[in-house]
């Protein structure tokens, strides 16, 4: 009988902070996990501006807490039980990121990141959880879209307004799940 394959996978998140879209991800790679692939979880030193200059208040404010964030938790994660290995590196680039299979952007500053990533670094996808209308960097965002990465979403919604409002085609969803445990 052949040995299950598996797929080495790269995970690539905008900074280390406690939240849902983050909880969902880490829920998502332990799953992958769990079916036998090999996920590893990266995250930058230097935080993604989001579109903000370094030299605006909103920049200079996400650039202070981003360092403060990776100085005080460096590669761990407290509040989740991560089962890969999270790395924190200087930036998200291919220096700094494993060979595998597939290498997915996890928010859309990230999907800039991933789409100059060499193919060595694996088949490009860009997770999307939401259309972020509150930003203030909507054309940021969209053009995140329109990168050349494979995108997934997590709702019909989201498939419809990329498909229908924006022409951009969506491979898959993965639907968010609640792990029920946490409430028993």
């Known amino acids: 009988r052949a040995a299950k394959s598996f797929v080495k996978i790269n995970v690539i998140m905008p900074y280390n902070v406690w939240g849902g879209g983050t909880r969902s991800t880490f829920e998502l790679c332990n799953n992958l996990i769990a079916l036998g692939h090999d996920v590893a979880v ?4 230097f935080p993604y501006l989001q579109g903000a200059s370094i030299f605006s208040k909103q920049g200079a404010y996400t650039a202070f807490r981003g ?5 005080i938790r460096r590669n761990k994660v407290p509040w989740f039980d991560l089962d890969a290995p999270l790395h924190m590196v200087p930036l998200i680039t291919d220096r700094f990121i494993r060979d595998a299979d597939v290498v997915m952007a996890n928010h859309w500053p990230t999907a800039y990141s991933v789409a100059t990533l060499s193919p060595r670094k694996g088949r490009k996808f860009h997770m999307i959880r939401d259309t ?3 930003k203030g960097q909507e054309t940021l965002v969209t053009r995140s879209y329109r990168l050349p990465l494979t995108k997934i979403v997590i709702a019909p919604w989201l498939q419809e307004y990329l498909e229908d409002n924006m022409g951009v085609p969506v491979r ?8 029920v445990d946490l409430f028993a």
Not at 42 to 45: A, G, L
Request: hydrophobic share 45%.
């Open 132 to 134: 972020e209308p509150w």
């Open 67 to 71: 360092l403060a964030r990776g100085i």
């Open 42 to 45: 990266y995250f930058p030193f």
């Open 172 to 179: 898959g969803m993965v639907m968010n799940g609640t792990n």
